[in-house]
């Protein structure tokens, strides 16, 4: 009876050892058992669709049964038992009834079944793992995990994350990054894949994600959402921008995220091995967006050239553009990722010289292609006029040239300060001669030859002719006739 229950209990302790150093569930471990025992039962008696496994309650047993049909004639001893067979192990048994015949492994079973139910029971409880673990760890894309460096393989990094490998490609990896066999490295997983050897976790610290993560475990304010990241663009190893707002007005969302004295940015820094990282303040007008993208560069101004196209032109100090454009571009290229606008970056003086080119061009087109253009219609579009009368006209309302016609002949103008009546006579002098058109010069008119009574005069020697088609005379040397204009030729035959 004592042994009874030591076995019982080693069996329920087996259970649970099982079920904590695998990592799967109880039931789990009674399912790897059931199919052990239906395979060394299979591999006995060569099928297994008549047996059927039951446990205890408290996991104290484990029976396996062969339920077979009483008959009057066996013809299969498997699926079949006779009625005398059946009356001895159970007594009122009818022909056409079924019994369940209880089966002792140790003694049914010979070695072989033994082994095929072990190997069966293994290959389960290593498919329940894997499955189990790939469940576990699907849930973990995205977060950040700590393993430790075990061996390189092509660049690869295969790490120990414990009851799993981490594979951590070449690709995946910064530039500025060097490891070496015991290192401690913190990384993002990327994804978790299934392989004939077993479960793959790649890991990565190249992505723009571990910038957001590492930024989320130095500032409290990002992991409550306190402060939102609207984007991060990073070429990994050498320069992160992190575009950042708040919920709050009164909170600074780049001061956060720096820290005091630069204690936060600091720390995600040296996470990322000296990596440059500019945090800059979104915002939904392109203009300011793309001013603080350009970051660490100062922009002086900021031109939309084609909204629908998302094209802007930023004007930066001459002494800014070398850090604007960033070395090899990449401060520049990032920007526009960030803003997801195609920014054009020039200097001051670039900027001016191509105004200039484009007015000259424009004024020679123009002069050119006058009637391609809309006549001018402002009173800041006339050349050569005042600023100081213009700008005094514009601050009094007047604009465009028909209000200042309209206010020229109302019956008592209002006086406007600092506007003489001589200085509005010169104006109206100067829009007089704009609306002048040229005379254009007219073409020479091509006079018609006016046929003529006067018979042209022809030389006594000279042998005369009829025209053929008004009978005027003509001569050899003529091409044409003097009276109707018809063309003349001449040909003669030779006499023989």
């Given amino acids: 009876m004592a042994k009874k229950k030591n076995e019982t209990e080693k069996l329920s302790e087996l259970i649970r050892q099982t079920s904590e150093s695998q990592g799967i569930s109880e039931e789990q471990v009674l399912q790897s058992i059931k199919e052990a025992l239906l395979s060394a039962y299979k591999r006995k008696f060569g099928t297994d669709e008549n047996a059927f496994v039951t446990f205890a309650d408290d996991m104290s047993d484990v029976l396996l049964y062969s339920r077979k049909k009483i008959v009057s004639e066996v013809m299969d001893p498997v699926l079949e038992i006779s009625i005398e067979e ?55 894309v995205g977060e950040i995990i700590i393993g430790y460096y075990q061996r390189e393989y092509k660049g690869a990094i295969y790490m120990d994350l414990g009851r799993v490998e981490g594979y951590f490609p070449a690709k995946f990896q910064s530039p500025r990054e060097v490891y070496k066999r015991g290192d401690r490295i913190k990384a993002l997983i990327e994804d978790v894949r299934k392989t004939p050897t077993g479960l793959q976790v790649v890991l990565t610290r190249s992505s723009a994600e571990f910038v957001q993560r590492i930024l989320e475990l130095e500032v409290p304010e990002i992991y409550d959402q306190t402060i939102r990241i609207h984007k991060i663009v990073r070429e990994a190893g050498y320069r992160t921008k992190v575009a950042v707002y708040s919920t709050k007005e009164d909170i600074d969302p780049v001061g956060a995220c720096v820290g005091m004295r630069g204690v936060r940015i600091q720390n995600v820094i040296r996470e990322l091995e000296g990596e440059k990282i500019d945090v800059l303040r979104y915002d939904p007008d392109p203009r300011v967006f793309i001013r603080n993208v350009l970051s660490p560069a100062e922009v002086s101004n900021v031109i939309i050239l084609d909204e629908e196209k998302r094209q802007a032109l930023a004007v930066v100090y001459d002494d800014q553009l070398a850090l604007a454009i960033g070395k090899q571009g990449q401060n520049v290229r990032l920007a526009n990722r960030l803003a997801d606008w195609i920014i054009d970056v020039k200097s001051e003086s670039q900027s001016d010289e191509i105004e200039e080119l484009t007015a000259a061009a424009r004024r020679d087109a123009v002069s050119i292609f006058n009637d391609e253009y809309d006549e001018i219609t402002m009173l800041d579009e006339l050349t050569n006029a005042d600023e100081k009368v213009i700008e005094a006209l514009n601050a009094a309302g007047i604009k465009e040239i028909e209000e200042y016609f309209a206010y020229r002949s109302s019956e008592n103008p209002s006086p406007i300060e600092g506007v003489t009546e001589e200085m509005l006579v010169a104006l109206d002098a100067l829009i007089d001669s704009l609306s002048e058109e040229e005379e254009p010069e007219t073409p020479p008119v091509s006079q018609p030859e006016v046929e003529t009574d006067e018979e042209p005069v022809i030389g006594e020697d000279e042998e005369v002719y009829e025209c053929p088609e008004c009978g005027a005379p003509i001569t050899i040397n003529m091409t044409k006739c003097p009276k109707c204009g018809i063309g003349l030729s001449f040909e003669f035959e030779d006499e023989e």
Wanted: a negative charge; one cysteine or more; glycine letters at 6%.
């Fill in 86 to 140: 059946a009356n001895s192990l159970a007594e009122g048994c009818e022909e056409g009834d079924e019994i369940d015949i209880l089966i002792d492994p140790k003694n049914d079973f010979n070695r072989s079944a033994v082994q095929a139910g072990r190997r069966n029971s293994q290959q389960t409880l290593h498919d329940i793992q894997k499955d189990a673990l790939y469940l576990e760890y699907k849930e973990k």
